[in-house]
Structure formats: C-alpha cells, structure tokens
C-alpha cells in the first residue's frame, strides 16, 4: 500500500528565509512517481513537479529545489529566500507508474511566509 | 490551452437532496479523475476514467455516488441521498497518457466545496 507522510503540520518563516518541507513516503512498487503540488488560498491544486523513481537527479528551478534520496524513501522540497506569494499549503503525492495512476497525498503543510 | 474546469464552484444543500457536479478537462487528455477532500488533509482518489471508460472506483465512493463520462469528454459526478459526511471539495484532475513532458502528470480544476446542511 502506499503512504505519503509530512509530518511538518505547519511551517512559519520571515520573507527571504529558506525552508524546506519534508516527504517520506511508503510503497511496494518498484517504479512510481512522486509529485509536489501548491495549493493557495484560492483552493486550486497547482503542479509542480514530477519525478520518477529511477531518475534520482536533484533538480532546481528558479527558487525552488526538491532532493530525492530512494535510500531514505524522502523528496525534500526547498524554497530559497521565500516570498510572501510563497504562503500556501503544499502536498506531495505519489502514484504508481503503470495502471490508474491515481495520486496517494500527504496530509500537506501549511507554509506562513511573514512580511 | 485551458486548464480543467469544474461547475459549479459552490453548493449548498439540504440532507437528502442529490447534486450533481460537472468537470470539463484539458481537452485532449485521455484520463479524467475525481478526488474529494476534508478541511485539513489532503485529496483522496473517488474514480478514474479512461476516455469513456470508468476503470477504477475507491471504496470511498459508496452507492450514493455515481460517475460517468459519456464520449469521453465532461464528467459529471452525482450523490444521491446527501448526508452531511459527504460535505467536501470535490476536485477533478485530467491528465494525457501520450508520450512527452506531461505524461501521467494530473492537472487539477479549482474544484466544487459542497456543504450539506
């Protein structure tokens, strides 16, 4: 079965610190997907990014970097020097490779980004 | 391109009435899903299709619940008999399973919050 687990609930930081946002997940498969998704307060579920399980790469994009360690089943997401349009609450995700795809979330962390 | 649609945004009922939601996605995406999520977790997976085809059901989605995508366009997800449980945001995700950079990535509308009173 799979599981996604963010145990950071709530995270609070000043404009221009940088916070990373922990995902440890769970799965028997030996290929899957892992996602991140933002979701303002607007309630729309933003993508993004995607990673697959064989593709270990850390990637970078703008402000954002996400870290994959398959030894310890994580895929950290980090935002350097945040902004307050950063507040949101994001949620990473995980789905099988082949089949239904269907997305098993994490309960999500809300992130405070104070002016 | 537009992004996935979702009509209507709000609903409102009373305990008992059946509502229906209607979800408009990408256009060219093959799969269609339905998720629903409570005040402070994360979505959870109802339905899939494919084009026309309903392939998958969670055990989330009781008899109340039905779904369906006639020509493999729209979908349209309907409880029956709501009960106050059931208030929720229901979101609808579509994604394309051609070979490129989008392949098996899902693409969310903004969803339907329904309160059932």
């Known amino acids: 079965a799979q599981k996604v687990t963010q145990a950071q609930t709530e995270i609070s930081v000043v404009e221009k610190e940088d916070v990373t946002l922990d995902c440890v997940y769970e799965?028997?498969?030996?290929?899957?997907?892992l996602f991140w998704y933002k979701q303002p307060p607007s309630g729309e579920l933003v993508f993004l990014i995607r990673?697959?399980?064989?593709?270990?790469q850390n990637e970078i994009s703008g402000r954002y970097s996400w870290n994959f360690q398959k030894s310890t089943s994580s895929f950290n997401f980090t935002i350097t020097a945040s902004q307050v349009v950063d507040s949101a609450v994001y949620f990473c995700a995980l789905s099988e490779l082949y089949g239904a795809n269907n997305l098993f979330f994490g309960t999500g962390t809300r992130l405070t980004v104070i002016p | 391109d537009t992004g996935v649609s979702q009509n209507p945004r709000h609903k409102i009922t009373k305990r008992g009435q059946n509502v229906t939601f209607r979800c408009d996605p990408i256009?060219?995406?093959?799969?269609l899903y339905w998720y629903r999520q409570t005040l402070g977790q994360g979505p959870e997976f109802l339905t899939y299709?494919?084009?026309?085809?309903?392939?998958?059901k969670s055990r989330l989605l009781s008899d109340r619940f039905s779904a369906e995508r006639p020509k493999g366009s729209f979908s349209t997800l309907e409880i029956q008999r709501t009960e106050q449980g059931d208030s929720a945001m229901y979101l609808c995700?579509?994604?394309?399973?051609?070979?490129?950079?989008?392949?098996?990535?899902?693409?969310f509308g903004p969803g339907t919050r329904l309160t059932v009173l």
């Open positions: 299709f494919q084009n026309e085809a309903q392939l998958e």
């Open positions: 256009s060219e995406h093959n799969r």
């Open positions: 799965t028997r498969d030996t290929t899957y997907y």
């Open positions: 990673r697959n399980s064989f593709d270990e």
């Open positions: 995700a579509s994604s394309p399973i051609r070979s490129g950079p989008d392949l098996d990535t899902q693409y």
